[in-house]
């Protein structure tokens, strides 16, 4: 009696798919390859290591600012989330500082900083996370609004508080929602670092050491190479910071910390 081996075909969704992310490979390669021929035209290796290092100064900046951004916003957001009343009055506030537009306050920076002598490289930052740390709160205190009360009373119950409420009941609780929020921030805030690190008032130009200046300077000057190689320089830090923190975090969240 002969044994029929059956062999799994693959299915038409599965063939689609394929052909996708082939076109897709195909037409980046394509891309990478056009815009390094374009940048090489017009830049050597120094420019391209000045754009990585101004690169890391950007990069510093915007893990300095969301990591403080996230000490204070976190816990006014859940102190916020836990009245809802108050979380009914704060979020529309918040909504319009968020949708408020930065810019308007850059003179009022440039005009200090000039008057004080201080340095732009320290004072300018805070304008790169000026409208984006908005999402740290909303999120935040959207996560203390979704945790389940059962878990609160269990809490109170055992008579946890203090850092051991904090570590042990809402921060794994609020985590997946920061999380959230802190990489909408970041990607916020390298966009912004293009328009902060670089701002004027009149004849008044002040610009601080970062990616987000060389890419404005250049834009001003029309050097089209070096403002490709500084949009390709963020893009690539961008999407190794994804990877290597947001992309784990987000996954550990999803899979460890969910409550539902």
């Not at 599965?14 to 394509?30: E, G, P």
């Not at 304008?127 to 878990?151: H, K, R």
């Not at 250049?218 to 390709?232: C, R, S």
């Amino acid at each position: 009696m002969r044994r029929e081996v059956s062999r799994a075909r693959p299915s038409g969704s599965t063939i689609v798919d394929l052909l996708w992310f082939t076109a897709v490979a195909a037409a980046a390669t394509f891309a990478a390859w056009k815009i390094i021929d374009f940048v090489a035209a017009g830049i050597g290796w120094d420019d391209v290591l000045d754009a990585v290092k101004l690169g890391l100064f950007t990069l510093t900046r915007v893990v300095v600012l969301i990591a403080v951004a996230s000490l204070i916003w976190v816990p006014i957001g859940v102190e916020v989330g836990l009245r809802p009343k108050l979380a009914e009055k704060i979020q529309p506030s918040a909504q319009f500082l968020a949708a408020f537009p930065a810019n308007l306050l850059f003179p009022m920076f440039v005009v200090a900083i000039v008057h004080f002598h201080l340095n732009p490289d320290i004072y300018l930052s805070p304008l790169i996370i000026l409208g984006t740390q908005w999402y740290i709160l909303f999120n935040v205190i959207a996560g203390t609004m979704a945790y389940p009360n059962d878990f609160r009373e269990a809490a109170t119950n055992f008579r946890m508080r203090g850092w051991q409420w904090w570590r042990q009941v809402m921060l794994p609780g609020i985590f997946p929602y920061f999380v959230t929020g802190a990489i909408t921030a970041a990607g916020g805030a390298w966009n912004a670092s293009i328009v902060a690190e670089a701002v004027s008032w009149g004849d008044t130009k002040l610009m601080a050491h970062g990616l987000g200046a060389y890419i404005a300077e250049n834009t001003a000057a029309g050097d089209y190479p070096k403002i490709v190689l500084g949009i390709a320089v963020m893009s690539m830090l961008v999407t190794l910071f994804n990877r290597l923190l947001w992309r784990p975090l987000y996954a550990y969240a999803e899979d460890r910390l969910r409550l539902d």
